[in-house]
C-alpha cells in the first residue's frame, strides 16, 4: 500500500529530512535562491544571445553577467523534458518517456511523474526552500476537471501555484488554467484581474507575486521559483501592440534570416566553423501567401519578445529584494522548434456558428480547434487569417522552424541536433567566477543535470533513497557547479535520448543517432554516425565508415534503454516482437 503525499505528511516529511542531515543550518546561511525558466517550441538561435534577431535584452544580459552552453541538450518534446527537468532521470525513469497518456502500463510510458522520483520541489525542501510554480505543468495525466489532482504541483512540493495542467491551447483562455489546486479561469480568478489577459504576461505577473509574497512572508527563507511558459508553442497568440515592433522584419523570407543567425552564431563562438549550415527546408520563392507566412514569424518574435519582458519583470523584482547577487537563475527550453503543422489548413466544411458565449465560470475545454473563444467566435486558421488576435489558431510551420534551429536539421521530436539542443543560460554573480561572465561552456551537458545542480547548490550532501514511503531512484544527472569555475564535469557515462524511436546517445565527440517510424511498421531507421567535433549539423554519416563504432555505441544505447525502462516498448517494433 502506498501513502498519499498531501502538503501536509510532505512537510513532516521535509522537516524529518532536514534535521537528519541532509541539509545542515550551516549550509542554509549560504543557499542561493534558484529561479529556473522553461520555454516551450523553441530553437536554439531564437534569443539574440544565441544569434536571434528578436529582441530579448533580458536574456542577453544575464549571459553577459554569466554563462552560455553552447552544447546543451533537451529530450526533444515538451512531457519528456519537463519530467527530466523536475525529476533529474531520464524522462523514461520519470515515468513519461511519450505523453501524458498511460501507454500499455508498462514501467516507462504511465504519463506521469512517478513516486519513485523526487520532483525538485520536493527534493529542495529537504533543504529548507520554500517552492513556487507558475505555468505549463504537463507531467501528469489529465482526465476531467472532476479528476484526481495527486500528482499536481501542491502535491509534488510547491507551495503556491498558477498555470495550467495540460499543454497548449489559446494564450487568451488556456485551458486547465489553475490556481493552487482549484480550477479557475482568467474572468473569475479573484487574485489577478488585468485590463487584457494574456498567459505569458499572466504567467510572469504571478511568478513576481510569489516573490514579492515570499519577501514579506519568510524574507529570510531561500526560495525557488520555476516558470514554465508556453511560449512559443502554437497558437500564435500576441498583443498588437508588440506585434507591430517586428513588421515587415520578415518580409525577405527563410534565407536571410537563417544566413544572419548563422553568421552571428560564429562570430559569437556559440558554434565553430566546422558547424555547416545544414540544407534550407523550404524554398521562399515556393510560397503562395508570403504576407501571411511572414506574419506567421512576426508573432512567433512577439511572442518570444513578450516572454523576455516577463522575465525582465522578475529579474527586476530580485533585485528590488537586494537577492540579485545570490540568486541562480537558468533558462532553457524544453526542444527544438516545431515543424508541426496546426492551424495551417482552412477547415473542410467551414467553421462552427452556434457557439454561445461561456460565462466567467465555465472552463475552456479545447486547446485545438474547433473551438471557441470566450465571447462565443470560432478560432479561424488557414491561409490568410493573421496571426495573432485570441481568434486565430496557426503555427508557424516547418519553414520557420527550420530557421529557429539554425544551423542544425530536424525539429521538435527528434533526435537530431535540431529537434533536442536547447540555450542554456546560467547567471549567479555570488557563484559563478567573475572572468568567466560572459563566456560559453562547451562541455556536453543535459537537461538531466538540473536537479543535480540545484541539489548540490542548496548544500544537499546526500540525495534522499526515501520519500514517505517510496523508495526513489539515484539520479542521473550530474551537478553542472564544476563548470561555474571552469573546471571539468564528472560524468561517467554517455547522454541518451528516446523519443517515439528517435534515438540517440552522445559518447565524447561520438553521436549515434536515428529516426524513428510509427503506425503499422514502427520501427528504428539505420543508425547514423557522427564526430560532433567536426560536423555537428550531421552533414557526413561517417557509420558506413566506422561499423565497429557503430556496433559499440548502439550496443551501449541497447543497454540503456533496457535499464532506463525505454524498453520494453508501448508499442511492436521490428526485431522486438
Known amino acids: 500500500m502506498k501513502l498519499a503525499v498531501t502538503p501536509l505528511f510532505a512537510a513532516l516529511v521535509i522537516a524529518l529530512l532536514f534535521s537528519a542531515g541532509y541539509a545542515s543550518a550551516e549550509d542554509a546561511k549560504g543557499q542561493p535562491n534558484i529561479i529556473l525558466i522553461m520555454s516551450d517550441d523553441m530553437g536554439f538561435s531564437d534569443i539574440g544571445c544565441y544569434g536571434s534577431e528578436i529582441k530579448t535584452p533580458t ?64 527534493t529542495l525542501g529537504t533543504a529548507g526552500y520554500r517552492s513556487y510554480m507558475a505555468g505549463k505543468w504537463h507531467v501528469t495525466r489529465f482526465t476531467s476537471p472532476n479528476g484526481p489532482k495527486d500528482n499536481w504541483p501542491l502535491q509534488r512540493g510547491f507551495e503556491k501555484y498558477y498555470g495550467t495542467i495540460t499543454g497548449a491551447g489559446s494564450f487568451f483562455d488556456p485551458a ?39 519577501e514579506k512572508e519568510t524574507p529570510k527563507k531561500p526560495f525557488f521559483l520555476y516558470v514554465a511558459y508556453t511560449t512559443a508553442h502554437w497558437p500564435m497568440h500576441a498583443l498588437p501592440h508588440d506585434i507591430a515592433k517586428y513588421k515587415g522584419k520578415y518580409d525577405g523570407g527563410f534565407a536571410p534570416i537563417r544566413q544572419k543567425r548563422y553568421e552571428r552564431l560564429l562570430e559569437m563562438g ?23 507566412e511572414a506574419r506567421n514569424m512576426e508573432v512567433y518574435a512577439t511572442m518570444i519578445d513578450s516572454m523576455d519582458q516577463g522575465i525582465g519583470r522578475i529579474v527586476a523584482e530580485v533585485k528590488r529584494q537586494g537577492k540579485g547577487d545570490n540568486t541562480l537563475i537558468m533558462f532553457l527550453q524544453d526542444n527544438g522548434g516545431c515543424a508541426e503543422g496546426y492551424g495551417r489548413y482552412a477547415p473542410r466544411n467551414g467553421y462552427k456558428t452556434d457557439y454561445k458565449p461561456l460565462g466567467p465560470n465555465d472552463f475552456q475545454t479545447k486547446i485545438w480547434p474547433p473551438m471557441q473563444t470566450r465571447d462565443g467566435r470560432p478560432l479561424k ?117 528516446e523519443h517515439h524511436l528517435n ?59 533496457k535499464r532506463a525502462k525505454v524498453k520494453p516498448w508501448p508499442y511492436k517494433t521490428e526485431g522486438d516482437k
Open 59 to 122: 536574456l542577453d544580459g544575464l549571459a553577459k553577467e554569466g554563462l552560455r552552453f553552447t552544447q546543451f541538450y533537451n529530450s526533444a518534446r515538451c512531457c519528456p523534458t519537463r519530467a527530466s527537468l523536475l525529476s533529474g532521470m531520464y524522462p523514461h525513469q520519470a515515468g513519461v518517456g511519450l505523453m501524458t497518456g498511460n501507454s500499455g502500463n508498462l514501467p516507462g510510458y504511465k504519463g506521469e511523474l512517478g513516486r519513485d522520483v523526487m520532483c525538485i520541489a520536493e
Open 176 to 214: 486547465t488554467l489553475c490556481r493552487d489546486n482549484t480550477y479557475i479561469t482568467p474572468v473569475n480568478d479573484p487574485k489577478y484581474k488585468p485590463k487584457t489577459y494574456y498567459y505569458t504576461d499572466a504567467i510572469s505577473d504571478n511568478a513576481v507575486t510569489f516573490l514579492a509574497e515570499h
Open 270 to 292: 556559440l558554434i565553430d566553423e566546422s558547424t555547416k549550415m545544414s540544407p534550407q527546408a523550404d524554398d521562399w520563392a515556393n510560397v503562395k501567401d508570403k504576407p501571411w
Open 381 to 497: 486558421h488557414g491561409p490568410g487569417v493573421m496571426a495573432g488576435p485570441e481568434d486565430t489558431f496557426i503555427g508557424y510551420g516547418r519553414g520557420w522552424a527550420n530557421v529557429s534551429n539554425t544551423p542544425f536539421r530536424e525539429y521538435k521530436h527528434w533526435a537530431h541536433e535540431g529537434g533536442i539542443s536547447t540555450p542554456l543560460v546560467v547567471h549567479w554573480p555570488a557563484g559563478i567566477d567573475k572572468e568567466l561572465n560572459g563566456k560559453l561552456e562547451k562541455q556536453p551537458t543535459h537537461i538531466i543535470d538540473i536537479m543535480a545542480t540545484c541539489a548540490d547548490v542548496a548544500g544537499i550532501k546526500q540525495y534522499p533513497k526515501k520519500f514517505g514511503e517510496n523508495d526513489i531512484q539515484p539520479l542521473e544527472g550530474v551537478s553542472l557547479r564544476p563548470t561555474f569555475s571552469g573546471k571539468a564535469l564528472e560524468r561517467k557515462d554517455a547522454l541518451y535520448f
Open 503 to 561: 534515438s540517440a546517445i552522445r559518447d565524447g565527440d561520438w553521436k549515434l543517432v536515428c529516426k524513428g517510424q510509427l503506425g503499422r511498421e514502427a520501427k528504428m531507421h539505420a543508425w547514423e554516425l557522427y564526430d560532433m567535433s567536426k560536423d555537428r549539423s550531421e552533414l557526413n554519416n561517417l557509420a558506413d565508415k566506422h561499423p565497429e563504432k557503430v556496433k559499440e555505441l548502439a550496443a551501449k544505447w541497447e543497454a540503456w534503454a
